[in-house]
């Protein structure tokens, strides 16, 4: 059921801040560092599952929830994904149309995983990338998701 979905993606947007800061702290004993790995991995499979899914799911408060979810963990990605997963992502965010939400995703992944972006020879990807992102935001013809990409 969609609800149940969309409600679990607010939840997880919901407690971002915290997961992601836990994610990214430095201090701690083997057993923080076991739960913090832990945390990743699950938000990996998350991830994987959300956007392995995602061309079933068409119901746009879905698609929605896990655009939120892509921005709300966008320090986790850059940490934790590569250059390749990062494009991937910005290319889910591109799909059935750029929504304020997947705008504000694509900012941040350029904020935050800008030198993952631009790890080895991803350049000329990320000019593709960047240029079909430009290309989709202007055929939304939002000015609040024409804003958020532009930020990036």
């Not at 990996?44 to 698609?63: C, D, I, N, S, Y």
């Not at 929504?99 to 995983?113: F, M, N, P, Q, W």
């Not at 020879?121 to 609040?144: F, G, P, R």
Request: net charge neutral.
């Amino acid at each position: 059921d969609w609800t149940q979905t969309e409600a679990a993606l607010y939840c997880l947007c919901c407690v971002s801040r915290e997961v992601c800061a836990r994610v990214k702290a430095r201090a701690g004993g083997s057993s923080i560092r076991a739960d913090r790995d832990a945390t990743v991995q699950q938000l990996l499979q998350l991830l994987q599952q959300f956007v392995g899914t995602a061309k079933k799911q068409t119901h746009p408060l879905v698609r929605r929830g896990i655009a939120s979810f892509v921005a709300a963990y966008g320090p986790v990605w850059s940490i934790h994904c590569n250059s390749e997963a990062l494009l991937q992502l910005l290319a889910y965010l591109r799909m059935g149309g750029m929504t304020e939400e997947a705008a504000k995703g694509t900012r941040s992944l350029y904020v935050s995983c800008s030198s993952k972006l631009l790890e080895g020879n991803s350049h000329v990807a990320l000019l593709s990338s960047m240029q079909e992102t430009m290309q989709a935001v202007l055929l939304a013809d939002d000015e609040a998701s024409m804003m958020a990409v532009a930020e990036g």
